[in-house]
């Protein structure tokens, strides 16, 4: 079965997901190796292809249109798994003893594997590795299934039938759009925040849980639906520079948009919202191998701060 014509160019979506996260085309086209107006003229024919706007052009940049943001929302996982795609069949080229499996939750894959990777291709060239990127039960159960050498995780607790060592400390913030009324205030209560729809991740999101852990930290055990959930951080960033409504996100995904105030960070008062990130592997057994290498790695860009649990 042929694919649809609309969804057969994924370069052009891809393209589409940088504007979101960089905040304009010329940043995005400088970021995909093409010229501005190659980026545009590409924009616009996925415009065309998919027939409604899907950015608002502005003095100060570009955004996603609500229509981009949700199209945004659909192509993150599709492009995610094309990414899975090519590294597959460059595993296949590779000795089976080379192989390394790697599942990792959003932060962790987005924002901190691949500087580890590029250093464990200096020590290990001829390793092809595999990344499947979901929340943080799915990889726990692709580590358990054996679907993968080592996982790295963002929940509160070490899943059960696995060792965790911690390899990375991150911080969860409130963001909003500069519109938003929290822009000017800067502070909620943690029963505020929690009485709010957010624009959230899916159950079973490391970040989702590491939020309501924190809220029930402070006795604040039930939180308000969701406004819309998305299983994509650079959907949900979309969604929130947008003013569909606040989020709560690693801030390694927002440091840049807080610097270009395309978000707002709303302090949240009495609320510890700092989190481990965590290596996983199957218990009693020891990574060996380029997972032993990725592992250690991993804990190196760490801190004598790095602990086993």
């Known amino acids: 079965m042929p694919l649809p014509s609309r969804v057969t160019d994924l370069a052009s979506f891809d393209l589409l997901l940088s504007v979101a996260e960089l905040g304009s085309i010329g940043r995005a086209a400088k970021a995909h190796g093409m010229s501005q107006p190659s980026a545009s003229e590409r924009l616009r024919t996925l415009e065309g292809r998919v027939g409604v706007a899907l950015l608002e052009r502005t003095s100060r940049g570009a955004r996603l249109t609500t229509a981009g943001q949700l199209v945004a929302g659909w192509a993150a996982p599709v492009l995610a798994r094309a990414v899975d795609l090519d590294a597959g069949i460059t595993s296949l080229r590779a000795d089976r003893h080379s192989h390394l499996r790697v599942a990792a939750s959003l932060t962790v894959a987005e924002y901190l594997l691949p500087a580890w990777l590029i250093a464990l291709r200096t020590v290990s060239p ?155 592997w199957p218990a009693g057994r020891t990574p060996r191998g380029p997972a032993s290498d990725l592992l250690t790695i991993a804990t190196r860009s760490l801190s004598p701060r790095a602990d086993r649990r």
């Open 126 to 280: 001829d390793t092809a590795t595999v990344l499947t990127a979901g929340n943080s039960v799915h990889v726990a159960e692709h580590v358990l299934a054996e679907r993968a050498d080592l996982g790295f995780i963002e929940s509160t607790d070490v899943p059960s039938g696995l060792t965790g060592r911690i390899v990375a400390h991150d911080e969860l913030v409130l963001v909003v759009a500069p519109g938003h009324p929290w822009a000017r205030r800067r502070r909620v209560t943690a029963a505020k925040a929690a009485a709010t729809a957010l624009v959230s991740r899916e159950p079973g999101s490391g970040t989702r849980q590491a939020w309501e852990h924190a809220l029930k930290a402070v006795g604040v055990d039930k939180s308000a639906e969701a406004l819309l959930e998305m299983s994509s951080t650079t959907a949900i960033k979309a969604a929130a520079i947008g003013g569909i409504g606040p989020a709560v996100l690693s801030v390694h995904a927002v440091e840049a948009d807080l610097a270009t105030r395309a978000l707002v960070r709303v302090e949240v008062t009495d609320l510890d919202l700092h989190r481990a990130l965590r290596a996983v």
